[in-house]
Antibody
């Protein structure tokens, strides 16, 4: 059974960089797309972007200028960096696996981690 | 971006009721529409993919239909454990987008 687990600071100061890591266990990180998705309080789900195991990326244009997703296949981990954060970036952040071809869907998710942006 | 809308935004129904949630996309997405269930404090759980395919392990009371721009999720006999928020999501093109959610309560 594939499992994903997010880790990282729960509190980030405005203008600083939010950094999260997702550890994949129970399955290979190869040949799938690995995603970050967030849910701000009281709002719906927003796709942030994905990285393929080979390192190619695809970001949501609304966040593209501030986002970097990277992968470390040797550790079965992928990471999110979001810079210049504001209170609007406060959200529960999920990592999720996307299937490798159409039909695409998110079949495994982490439990989510709350990140609050506040001084 | 492809915009997703859902209706209703919330509903309250009794155990055993049949309920339907509608999802509409701003342009045709063929059958590339997925449905997720999310309970408070939990990750979303995939119910239906490609508009009508039931994910393994999901009870058969859940079903999906539609293509193009109009889709529905039906729960044939509502159970207490179905109290949750339901999201549709298009996987036709990036950026992937979700509907705003439908909150289902049990009377």
């Amino acid at each position: 059974q594939v499992q994903l687990q997010e880790s990282g600071p729960g509190l980030v100061k405005p203008s600083e960089t939010l950094s999260l890591t997702c550890t994949v266990s129970g399955g290979s990180i190869s040949t799938y797309y690995w995603n970050w998705i967030r849910r701000p309080p009281g709002k719906g789900l927003e796709w942030i972007g994905y990285i393929y195991y080979s390192g190619s990326t695809n970001y949501n244009p609304s966040l593209k200028s501030r986002v970097t997703i990277s992968v470390d296949t040797s550790k079965s981990q992928f990471s999110l960096k979001l810079n210049s954060v504001t209170a609007a970036d406060t959200a529960v952040y999920f990592c999720a696996r996307l299937t490798r071809a159409q039909p695409y869907y998110f079949d495994y998710w982490g439990q989510g981690t709350l990140v609050t942006v506040s001084s | 971006d492809i915009q997703m809308t859902q209706s209703p935004s919330s509903l309250s129904a009794s155990v055993g009721d049949r309920i339907t949630i509608t999802c509409r996309s701003s342009q045709s997405i063929s059958i590339y529409l997925n449905w997720y269930q999310q309970k408070p404090g939990k990750a979303p759980n995939l119910l239906i993919y490609a508009a009508s395919s039931l994910q393994s392990g999901v009870p058969s009371r859940f079903s999906g239909s539609g293509s193009g721009t109009d889709f529905t999720l039906t729960i044939s006999s509502l159970q207490p454990e179905d109290s949750a928020t339901y999201y549709c999501q298009q996987s036709y093109s990036t950026p992937f987008t979700f509907g705003p959610g439908t909150k289902v309560d049990i009377k």
